[in-house]
């Protein structure tokens, strides 16, 4: 298995370009998410889905948009991005999180907006 | 609302004396708590979680955390620390009784010198 996988690991953009980051999982798991890391602030929750065909929005959606067309892959646009959204993004990925369980966790995308 | 303190930025340790890395949380009923350890431009990895039961909960690597209900902390320790061991550590609460978020601390950078 390989787990959480993300593409691409580096990227940087200019302000106002776009793209989308990709997350693929082959755990069967219904649960996905998108997290930004930023230093002194832990992982804040970007959006997440409970399933193929669902997005819900998290702590801090603005300026993102996310996609479950299929069950193993939730994918992270940013359509103008600004150089606030420079940060570490990881995504994770879990059974129905009201079983306890743990999420599992991609390596990381790091996007620097200059 | 849920929150997380780790109340120190960084542990420093020497190799073979014993760590610990502190987690305060806040929950309106009661908590799932998670450690997850990130080693540099790594994803997170699960260490270990408290869901019930034995307030003192066994992980990987030999760390463990004992879970407090009445100073509303789970501590992560280890009784014998390695140079391995310098990472950043993450610890996570979730509501039992709330939606799927996880909440997570701003991290712990631990140092162990050899």
């Known amino acids: ?114 | 609302a849920q929150s997380v303190a780790q109340p120190e930025d960084q542990v420093n340790v020497a190799e073979g004396n014993p760590l610990t890395v502190k987690c305060t949380y806040s929950v309106s009923g009661n908590p799932y708590l998670f450690w997850y350890v990130q080693y540099p431009n790594r994803g997170l990895q699960f260490l270990l979680k408290y869901i019930t039961g034995d307030n003192l909960v066994k992980g990987s690597y030999g760390f463990e955390a004992e879970f407090n209900k009445s100073q509303t902390s789970f501590h992560l320790k280890k009784p014998s620390a390695l140079v391995s061991d310098s990472a950043l550590y993450f610890c996570a609460v979730r509501d039992i009784h709330g939606d799927y978020k996880l909440s997570f601390g701003a991290g712990t950078t631990v140092t162990v010198r050899a």
């Open chain 1, 1 to 114: 298995n390989a787990g959480v996988t993300q593409t691409p690991k580096f990227r940087v953009l200019k302000t106002g370009q776009s793209m989308t980051l990709l997350c693929a999982q082959d755990m069967n798991h219904e649960y996905m998410y998108w997290y930004r890391q930023d230093p002194g602030m832990g992982l804040r929750l970007i959006h997440y889905s409970v399933g193929e065909g669902t997005t819900a929005k998290g702590e801090v959606p603005d300026g993102y948009n996310v996609s479950r067309l299929k069950k193993q892959n939730f994918l992270l646009g940013l359509e103008s991005a600004a150089p606030s959204q420079t940060s570490v993004y990881f995504c994770a990925s879990s059974y129905p999180p009201e079983s306890s369980y743990e999420q599992y966790f991609g390596p990381g995308t790091r996007l620097t907006v200059t």
